[in-house]
């Protein structure tokens, strides 16, 4: 499944469920709702983002950044901009491939950070989005 980002869901119907990691209750959160946090994790600043499980208090993490996560989501950025004023300008987008590329490395830097931080008893939970009406 892919992982949301749950910055990017617009809207007040979507909603995302998950099972908390330590007590195990289902929640229903609005993305909109996720936390974050700064931390220092092996000597680099990161970023976490979480719900906060409410009936045991568990910070349960959705997704983290590093410095070199957040210069691919930069790219990405300027990227997409870049792409809004070809599409005005009536060019066609030659940014899908470099897009993709920037996707690719966005993961694995994620995945990689993610693991390290699960190895450190970090616990991540997969969401599944659903529409909440
Ligand atoms: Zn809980």
């Not at 995302?16 to 195990?24: P, Y």
């Not at 897009?99 to 693991?115: D, F, G, M, S, T």
Request: one cysteine or more; hydrophobic letters at 30%; proline letters at 2%.
């Amino acid at each position: 499944m892919e992982k949301i980002v749950s910055t990017t869901i617009k809207g007040d119907k979507m909603k995302v469920r998950f099972s908390c990691k330590k007590c195990l209750v289902s929640q229903t959160e609005n993305p909109q709702d996720v936390k974050k946090e700064q931390q220092i994790f092996n000597g680099q600043s990161i970023e976490l983002m979480y719900y906060e499980c409410p009936v045991c208090r568990n910070k349960n993490y959705v997704q983290a950044d590093n410095t070199q996560s957040k210069e691919w989501l930069t790219k990405m950025f300027m990227l997409t901009k870049q792409q809004i004023g070809a599409n005005r300008a009536g060019r066609r987008g030659k940014n899908a491939g470099k897009a993709k590329k920037i996707q690719i490395h966005l993961r694995k830097v994620r995945n990689e950070l993610q693991n390290e931080l699960e190895n450190a008893g970090y616990n991540f939970v997969e969401c599944e989005v659903i529409n909440g009406d």
